[in-house]
């Protein structure tokens, strides 16, 4: 009679086993993830863009995101130290950190003391020297670098000057984009380079470097804007110098004063990313590896060039307009 | 030991569970799923409703668009400046401030007008927003709005669209376009008359909507493009698909549900100019409390398992008590109780069991009553076979016989007599078993006859016919003298003659044949039977008790194949009596 009660006990057990097995996962927790964008500024559409994307793939992948990062995009210190104080209590760190590093070497340590106190890190955008994270998305930068100067050297023919404006010294999405800019450029033998100069992403600083370049170098035949306040202020040094249509410009991204910039000929293309692929492709990789399924290292987002002749077919404009831009020509460049 | 999950009760108790157990499951499983299909039936439901909804919106605003391109079509001013060969005389410049004026008028009072736009195909433009901010006349009449109006008889709806009416302004607008007839009865367009949607309006009763997680409502033009997404930059892109051959089946004002191969569900409404309002919502997310749904069926399936366990060990038990109780009742009997009875009632195998049972300890109570009663009876005839041996009379008879023969001097006679009683005594007191061979049953037979020969001064003889190979046959003790006193008394001491008493013995196989033969006067009428007559009354027959007595104790020694087998008299011929007995050689073995 005792192995009887025993046998029906054991039976109970086993349904009591497999309903905890059902349960499990029911109230597992949301996992925590932080987006630090390289800047938290909502004049520049790029991050903007990013942000809702990064929102809605969170909704859809059941994670919880918040945001947290520098007003500037030069502040590497302070993104540093934002890291840093994330997974200083190991008990409050977040699960993922999905980092757009404003540097590409000094953000390398304190990355890997986040990915040490286990969390999972993403980076977006611009990557990391050392191979740390678990997943990168971004640009193929040297690519869109690439294409900018290819179309650049198209434009201008054989001989010509042309100026590159970079953005912040040392940033991974800086030096990839001098590169294949530099790159695409010298695929035509008389093109001579000026620069990189770094803007440190300020409209108003690349504007007082273009504007001395137009001082300095009269020869100047085009610019290179290699992000969107950089190209900003470089169309805006170029059409105060009363030199628009004469000085070539090719931009990064695309802003609203952009946007105007191409339409009216000020410059003659875009190298438009896909923020919004980066920033859904990024939740969705870290609710993944947070998941335990295997990631793909690097995802290349890609970048489309854009030009005034096709800036209004579908595509592009639901590319260069997305439905979340502030829809009045109000100015939303950098500061 | 008996393993106890192998009785009858745990074998029940379990089978049952196992049967409830899967039975359970099936139903529990079954109406489950029948309750998530229910509820997903539900969900979907809503989700058509939510779309029809939309479809219904996005209907009423552009039906809206439509009614004050209507409304403006007949306008008089408007017709008039449309007709003008110079718009931009003064004349023209006062008529477009008032038409901009009545735009502007119309615009304010809606949020959902983003812009109306009148451009002619004379070259005047008027619009509700000041006039010097329009693009190039050139290039505003290139546009899609203006070309397909103006080669169109009806309304032109644009999928949605970036707005470039005004320099440097950039708006989501779905154009809602047509061309306007000038003064006259001029059968050519005059120009084109445009109202821009506020894109805006739909992109946020678009973001408002909730269908799950994972969900989300998606617009397709007439032409399969996509005019809202949330994810257009993921379609653009390829990493996103959406099956749009299964939205297009959906006819115009018709509705199609759909299940895709990804476990997405499609929700498309059609509106009456060819957009579609699409629902997607996860299979997962259908059922939107799936998990709680599954843990009350199974919450439900144990306390159904539980009750259908605890009944089983109860029936169980109910089904296997009587067999217990039956169980303990033989353990009775296998101590020696043969006084019980078990008390079942019931009519089932059981019932008959405990019925045949009684009735077999009944049977066996009967039997072991009747050996005792057979040992008792043997006991008595044994007894009464030794009393009869020598009776206390006969004992007196021959110490008389004695006594006078000594008293006339017949000394050799005392002596001979004297010896045989001396044997005769020795013999039926004598120790040792119940069986002595057949020799020395036959010198006490000599003996007793030796005595009887001389009381009845020699009135008979005897003769002694035994074969040798009978002679170590066991036999009981005192079997014959009953016979040869039946002979001398009932046969010989009547007869006016001198008798003779023949006992002969020999094997037959494995039966041991004794005779006693006299030839006396016999019994009064003829008798031959074969065997003794059982059941008959000890006195039935002539010297019946002596007979009856010796057949008895045979019978009770050796079992019914045994005793008298032949009695056979004629009245002044003689008497024979023939015994059967086994043949057993000195150990007591059949041989």
Redesign the interface.
């Known amino acids: 009679m005792k192995k009887m009660w025993l046998f029906i006990g054991g039976m109970l057990a086993a349904i009591v086993v497999i309903l905890l097995r059902m349960s499990a996962g029911w109230e597992d927790e949301r996992p925590k993830v932080v987006f630090i964008p390289k800047t938290v500024d909502t004049g520049v559409a790029f991050w903007n863009v990013m942000r809702r994307a990064v929102l809605t793939a969170a909704r859809e992948y059941g994670v919880d995101v918040e945001i947290a990062g520098t007003e500037r995009e030069s502040d590497v210190e302070e993104q540093i130290r934002l890291l840093r104080s994330l997974v200083a209590d190991r008990s409050k760190a977040p699960d993922a950190i999905i980092l757009a590093a404003t540097d590409i070497d000094r953000l390398v340590e304190p990355a890997r003391e986040a990915v040490k106190a286990g969390v999972t890190l993403v980076t977006v955008d611009s990557g990391l020297r050392e191979d740390v994270s678990a997943s990168f998305i971004a640009t193929d930068n040297y690519e869109a670098g690439r294409k900018a100067g290819r179309k650049m050297g198209s434009l201008l023919g054989e001989e010509a000057t042309v100026a590159v404006v970079s953005v912040v010294k040392g940033s991974a999405t800086a030096i990839a984009r001098e590169r294949g800019t530099a790159d695409g450029l010298t695929e035509r033998p008389g093109i001579r380079i000026l620069g990189p100069y770094y803007s440190n992403a300020s409209e108003r600083q690349a504007y007082e470097i273009v504007a001395g370049l137009l001082k300095d170098h009269p020869e100047l035949d085009g610019v290179v804007g290699l992000n969107e306040p950089t190209a900003v202020g470089a169309g805006k040094a170029i059409r105060d110098a009363g030199r628009d249509g004469d000085v070539l410009l090719i931009g990064f991204d695309n802003s609203i004063d952009l946007i105007a910039m191409l339409d009216e000929g000020t410059a003659q293309a875009l190298i438009v990313q896909k923020p919004f692929n980066m920033g859904y492709l990024a939740v969705r990789t870290a609710a993944d590896a947070l998941r335990g399924r295997p990631v793909t290292p690097y995802i290349n987002t890609g970048s489309e060039l854009v030009t005034r002749d096709d800036m209004f077919t579908p595509e592009h404009e639901k590319l260069l307009f997305p439905f979340t831009e502030p829809r009045d020509g109000a100015d939303g460049g950098g500061r | 030991m008996r393993?106890?999950?192998e009785s009858i009760?745990?074998g029940i108790?379990?089978a049952f569970?196992v049967l409830i157990?899967c039975t359970t499951a099936v139903i529990g499983f079954n109406s489950y799923r029948l309750t998530r299909d229910a509820v997903s039936g539900t969900s979907l439901e809503y989700t058509r409703q939510l779309i029809d909804q939309v479809r219904y919106q996005v209907q009423s605003y552009l039906d809206n668009m439509e009614s004050v391109l209507v409304m403006f079509m007949h306008h008089e001013e408007l017709r008039k400046l449309a007709s003008m060969p110079e718009p931009n005389r003064p004349e023209g410049i006062g008529l477009r401030e008032r038409i901009g004026r009545t735009f502007r008028m119309v615009a304010g009072s809606r949020e959902d007008i983003a812009s109306i736009v009148f451009v002619g195909r004379n070259g005047a433009i008027v619009s509700d927003q000041p006039s010097g901010r329009f693009r190039p006349y050139r290039e505003l009449i290139e546009q899609d709005w203006y070309r397909k109006a103006l080669a169109s008889d009806g309304v032109v709806v644009s999928?949605s669209?970036?707005q470039?009416i005004y320099?440097?302004?950039?708006?989501?607008v779905v154009s809602v376009s047509r061309a306007i007839a000038g003064e006259g009865e001029a059968a050519e367009p005059a120009g084109v008359l445009l109202v821009d949607l506020n894109?805006?309006v739909i992109?946020s009763m678009l973001d408002q909507l909730d269908l799950g997680?994972?969900g989300y409502v998606f617009l397709v033009d007439a032409g399969g493009?996509?005019v809202?997404h949330?994810?257009?930059?993921?379609i653009?892109?390829r990493?996103k698909t959406e099956d749009f051959a299964a939205i297009m089946r959906a006819a115009d004002g018709g509705h199609v549900t759909d299940r895709l191969r990804d476990g997405k569900w499609y929700v498309v409404s059609s509106t009456t100019f060819g957009w579609k309002a699409v629902g997607v919502i996860h299979s997962g997310e259908l059922v939107a409390n799936e998990?709680q749904l599954?843990?009350t069926a199974?919450?439900w399936?144990?306390l159904l398992?539980?009750a259908a366990?605890l009944l089983s060990?109860a029936m169980a038990r109910r089904l296997t008590s009587p067999i217990k109780q039956l169980q303990t009742h033989m353990k009775e009997v296998e101590k020696g109780n043969f006084d019980i009875r078990v008390r079942i009632e019931s009519q089932n195998e059981i019932g008959r069991l405990a019925r045949a049972f009684n009735l077999m300890i009944a049977k066996i109570k009967e039997l072991m009553e009747q050996v005792v009663a057979e040992q008792e009876q043997k006991r008595t005839s044994e007894l009464k076979a030794l009393q009869s041996q020598i009776t206390p009379h006969f004992l007196y008879n021959t110490l008389d016989s004695i006594i006078w023969m000594a008293e006339v001097g017949k000394n050799a006679e005392v002596v001979r007599m004297t010896t045989a009683l001396s044997r005769l005594l020795r013999f039926t007191t004598g120790k040792g078993g119940e069986l002595v061979p057949l020799s020395e049953e036959l010198a006490h037979a000599e003996s007793y006859l030796t005595i009887q020969q001389i009381r009845y001064r020699n009135r008979f003889s005897w003769e002694l016919d035994v074969a040798p190979d009978a002679m170590d046959c066991k036999v009981q003790r005192v079997i014959l003298q009953p016979l040869l006193e039946n002979a001398i008394y009932h046969g010989i001491r009547e007869k006016p003659d001198p008798g003779m008493i023949r006992v002969s013995g020999r094997r037959e196989g494995g039966v041991l044949v004794l005779e006693v033969e006299d030839d006396g006067v016999g019994m009064d009428r003829p008798v031959k039977l074969d065997g003794w007559p059982e059941g008959a009354a000890d006195g039935a027959l002539p010297s019946g008790v002596g007979l009856a007595n010796v057949h008895r104790r045979i019978r009770l020694a050796f079992g019914a194949g045994y005793g008298i087998r032949l009695l056979e008299s004629e009245p002044d011929e003689g008497t024979r009596v023939v015994l059967h007995l086994p043949a057993l050689d000195g150990r007591g073995d059949p041989q």
């Open positions: 393993r106890p999950l009760q745990s108790a379990i569970s157990l999928s669209r970036i470039r320099r440097r302004e950039y708006r989501w894109f805006r992109e997680k994972q493009d996509l809202y949330p994810h257009q930059q993921l653009h892109s990493l998990r599954q843990l199974a919450a399936c144990l398992v539980i366990i060990v």
